[in-house]
């Protein structure tokens, strides 16, 4: 999932990964996978957040009531 942050200009950005690849991983090592596979697009990426998460947590985080609700 990707969001668009920056009014159109592309320079923030914000982004939910989900991989198998984290399971077992603290957070750090995550962010660094992420930002090694985007290297060249994060040179021109003023703000770049990331929520870095296994397919297990996405579900529990699906799954969570909306604070909204």
Do not use: M, Y
């Not at 942050?5 to 592309?10: E, F, M, N, V």
């Not at 930002?35 to 297990?56: G, R, Y």
């Amino acid at each position: 999932e990707v969001e668009d942050l920056s009014d159109g200009c592309g320079a923030k950005i914000s982004v939910i990964v989900v991989s198998k690849q984290f399971e077992g991983k603290p957070l750090l090592q995550r962010h660094r996978l992420v930002n090694s596979v985007l290297e060249e697009e994060l040179k021109s990426i003023h703000a770049f957040s990331q929520k870095t998460l296994t397919p297990e947590q996405w579900e529990k985080l699906k799954n969570q009531p909306s604070e909204s609700s």
